[in-house]
């Protein structure tokens, strides 16, 4: 069976120094890991994807990944936060057609 | 890009009263939909799987009969929260797979509805 987890529930940075949101998988299959974003009251925004073709992913607004599989880890990490970025974040594993979420990670970003 | 849309965003209802939310794959055709279910400060949980044409498949403890899905088309599915009560509110998200492409796991979401049951 797949299992996500997000290993932090809530993350604080200020703004424009590095950020990492951890993620941690287990899957019998090799997996399709995603990123998604959300804003309050919104529905989810993916930011970038895992797919096999490329261990390092680039996603939108500056976020990027690197799928590592020898840690089992799809860590998401951006170089300089923005206080835009301030928002519910969710690894998601893919497995046989369907998604596994991880709980989630909230980003506070401080000016 | 694949875009999914819900109607309505919002929803405040009396309790007893049906509520039916709609999800449409608006640029592709998605032979399977699913719905989940969002409480505050959590993470979504799939209540169901909606196979066009076809009854769609529950989630364990989730009730068929009180959430009624519909998938008529390639291109919609309807969720009804039948006599709603105030434990129902909640926001619901949708989310669509299309069926050609070729990452056989991306699901596309939809904006969510946020239900309020008085």
């Known amino acids: 069976a797949q299992s996500v987890t997000q290993l932090d529930s809530h993350v604080s940075v200020s703004e424009g120094t590095p950020v990492l949101l951890r993620c941690n998988y287990s899957s019998s299959y090799s997996p399709s890991l995603f990123w998604y974003v959300q804003h309050p009251n919104k529905g989810l925004q993916l930011l970038l994807k895992?797919?096999?073709?490329?261990?390092l992913v680039k996603g939108i607004n500056g976020f990027e990944a690197e799928f590592k599989k020898s840690e089992t880890s799809f860590h998401l990490t951006k170089p300089s936060a923005h206080m835009s970025d301030a928002a519910e974040y969710f690894c998601v594993g893919g497995s046989q057609g369907n998604l596994i979420f991880g709980k989630g990670t909230k980003l506070s970003v401080k000016p | 890009g694949a875009v999914v849309s819900q109607h309505p965003s919002r929803v405040i209802c009396k309790s007893g009263t049906s509520v039916k939310i709609e999800c449409r794959s608006l640029?592709?055709?998605?032979?399977?939909m699913f719905w989940y279910r969002q409480f505050p400060k959590k993470s979504l949980m799939l209540m169901a799987t909606?196979?066009?044409?076809?009854?769609?498949?529950?989630e364990q403890g989730v009730e068929k009969d009180k959430f009624l899905i519909n998938h008529a088309s390639l291109t919609l599915s309807t969720l009804t929260v039948t006599s709603a009560h105030p434990e129902d509110s909640s926001f619901y998200i949708c989310s669509a797979r299309d069926q050609t492409s070729g990452l056989y796991n991306e699901q596309f979401f939809g904006p969510g509805t946020r239900l309020t049951v008085l």
């Open positions: 895992y797919t096999s073709a490329a261990t």
């Open positions: 909606s196979n066009e044409g076809s009854k769609a498949t529950y």
């Open positions: 640029d592709f055709q998605a032979t399977t």
